[in-house]
């Protein structure tokens, strides 16, 4: 059996009264790459904001990279050894690509250097264009260079490839495949219910919060035609008062 960088056992979060994710169990193991799917709002985001300890939750057990976390607060060590790439990153609109990578590249004691990420990302072109004048696609690009700047063991993919073009996607797509090979545990969240097809080993659906399937592509698919014709009956299916 594959060690396991993330274990979350019934985890909760409220927004005041509003419950927006209950119960939430889920674990991805070294190598492999697990997709949390849902519709807007199901809770996707919320989950991986938990896990990074931004903002307060319950939980029975939280285990990343096999510490046990007991409290909001991620150490040093831990976040070292986690990448995250989240939608509408803010970054530094005025600092360039190549600026902001010598940036987050400092942070790592070790990982990657500037000169790997242009390179292994096709950056190398946009180095000196500030990201505040990058397109959507191109930002997204600096934004997965980014996230992988520490060699992460555990990484976090927040709708990834959106605004992005084919071959940007396909690029992408191959650095996530890399990543695993080496041993990374990938959590991806996508709209892209064929991107989580091709890419995913295991799949997990939130609706409303509440994981209402999780497993192996095929056992999700399980006999329907694609894993979207089993994700449209999954979230269309009338909830049970
Ligand atoms: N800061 C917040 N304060 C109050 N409610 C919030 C906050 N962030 C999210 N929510 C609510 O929590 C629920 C889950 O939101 P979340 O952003 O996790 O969904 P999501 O699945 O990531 O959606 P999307 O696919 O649109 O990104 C939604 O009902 C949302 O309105």
């Known amino acids: 059996m594959n060690q396991i960088n993330l274990k979350v056992q019934s985890l909760s979060k409220h927004y005041d009264a509003k419950a927006a994710l ?56 831990i976040r070292q050894r986690v990448g995250v790439m989240m939608q509408l990153g803010t970054l530094n609109a005025n600092l360039t690509v190549a600026e902001q990578l010598d940036l987050f590249c400092s942070y790592y004691p070790s990982g990657a250097t500037p000169e790997f990420l242009l390179e292994e990302f096709d950056l190398t072109g946009i180095a000196k264009q500030r990201f505040g004048k990058l397109s959507g696609g191109q930002r ?22 959106v605004g992005m073009d084919v071959e940007a996607r396909h690029l992408l797509w191959q650095q996530i495949k890399k990543r695993r090979q080496q041993g990374c545990a990938l959590v991806l969240t996508t709209h892209y219910i064929e991107e989580a097809e091709r890419l995913a080993d295991r ?20 006999d329907h035609d694609s894993l979207e014709s089993a994700y449209l009956k999954l979230i269309r299916k009338p909830t049970h008062a």
């Open 203 to 222: 799949i997990a659906v939130l609706r409303d919060g509440h994981i209402i399937a999780q497993g192996t592509v095929n056992e999700v698919i399980a």
């Open 22 to 77: 209950t119960d939430v169990s889920l674990t991805a193991y070294a190598g492999e790459v697990i997709a949390v799917l849902g519709k807007n709002g199901a809770g996707k985001t919320t989950l991986i904001n938990s896990i990074l300890g931004m903002h307060n939750y319950e939980a029975q057990h939280l285990e990343v990279l096999g510490t046990q976390l007991n409290s909001q607060h991620r150490p040093l060590t």
């Open 140 to 161: 997204q690009q600096v934004l997965f260079a980014i996230a992988v700047a520490g060699d992460p063991d555990l990484l976090f993919l927040d709708e990834p490839t």
